[in-house]
C-alpha cells in the first residue's frame, strides 16, 4: 500500500514553462519534506514543511503543505533545464522513526 | 568534503557471490540508514542505526547484514547475491532518530547482479 501518492509520475515539458507536481495522502503528517533527486545522485532536501496550509517559496520553486497535513504541492514557475530530476516527497508521522515515501515525479525540461 | 560517501559507486558481480558496500559520514550524526532505490526509482529503506544500535530493520532477506563499527560508519553486506538484488542502495544519516529530521544521502553504490 502506498501512503504517500506522487503524481503525476512523468512530466516532459519546455523551457519557460510553469508546472505543479503533487503528493497526496489519506493519513496526516507531522511534516512533509521534499527532495530533489538529479540523475547519478543522491536526494537532496529542497524544503520542509511542518504548519498546515504552511507555504515556503525557494527561488521559482514554490511549495505548499494543505490545510489538513495530508498533501502538498510542488510549483515551479519559468521552469529551467536545472530543474530536472526526480522529485521525491517523504512524510513524517509523529515520533514514528520511519518516513513515508512518495514514489517520485520525473521532470523533464527541455531546453 | 564529502558528508556521505558510500564506496564502490559501481558493482557488478555474479549471482552467488558475496560483496560488501562501505558508508562513512563526516557530518557528525548519530543516525544511519541504509535504502534501496528500485528501477522504477522508488526509494525503501532497508536499516536504520542509532549510536551504533539497529532501530529500523525493514522485511529484507537475512542475506543482507549491516554492521555498524562506530557512529561514522554503517557498511552492508550482501551474501549469496541474487538477480532481484539490481538496484542503487544509498546510505544516508541524520542528526537524531525522529522521522522529520534531514536526510542526507551519499551518491549511491550501482549494484548489478548478473
Known amino acids: 500500500t502506498q501512503l504517500l501518492e506522487q503524481s503525476p509520475q512523468f512530466l516532459s515539458i519546455q523551457e519557460g514553462e510553469n508546472l505543479t507536481v503533487y503528493c497526496n495522502s489519506s493519513s496526516v503528517f507531522s511534516s512533509l519534506q521534499w527532495y530533489r533527486q538529479e540523475p547519478g545522485e543522491g536526494p537532496v532536501l529542497l524544503v520542509t514543511v511542518v504548519t498546515g496550509g504552511e507555504v515556503k517559496k525557494l527561488k521559482r520553486l514554490t511549495f505548499q503543505f494543505g490545510d489538513a497535513r495530508k498533501d502538498s504541492s510542488l510549483h515551479i514557475t519559468a521552469a529551467q533545464p536545472g530543474d530536472t530530476g526526480l522529485y521525491l516527497c517523504a512524510g513524517a508521522r509523529g515520533s514514528n522513526y520511519q518516513l513515508i515515501w512518495g514514489a517520485g515525479t520525473k521532470l523533464i525540461i527541455k531546453p | 568534503d564529502t558528508a556521505v560517501s558510500q564506496t564502490p559507486k559501481y558493482l557488478v558481480t555474479q549471482m552467488g557471490n558475496d560483496k560488501s558496500i562501505k558508508c562513512e559520514q563526516n557530518?557528525?550524526?548519530?543516525?544511519m540508514y541504509w535504502y534501496k532505490q528500485d528501477s522504477k526509482k522508488f526509494l525503501k529503506i532497508m536499516f536504520s542505526?542509532?549510536?551504533?544500535?539497529?532501530?529500523i530493520n525493514e522485511t529484507v532477506p537475512n542475506r543482507f547484514s549491516p554492521k555498524s563499527p562506530d557512529k561514522a560508519h554503517l557498511n552492508l553486506h550482501i551474501n549469496s547475491l541474487e538477480l532481484g538484488d539490481s538496484a542503487v542502495y544509498f546510505c544516508?544519516?541524520?542528526?537524531?532518530?525522529?522521522?522529520?529530521?534531514?536526510?542526507?544521502f551519499g551518491e549511491g553504490s550501482w549494484l548489478t547482479v548478473v
Open positions: 544516508a544519516s541524520s542528526h537524531g532518530q525522529a522521522s522529520g529530521n534531514t536526510i542526507y
Open positions: 557530518l557528525g550524526h548519530d543516525t
Open positions: 542505526y542509532n549510536n551504533k544500535e539497529l532501530i
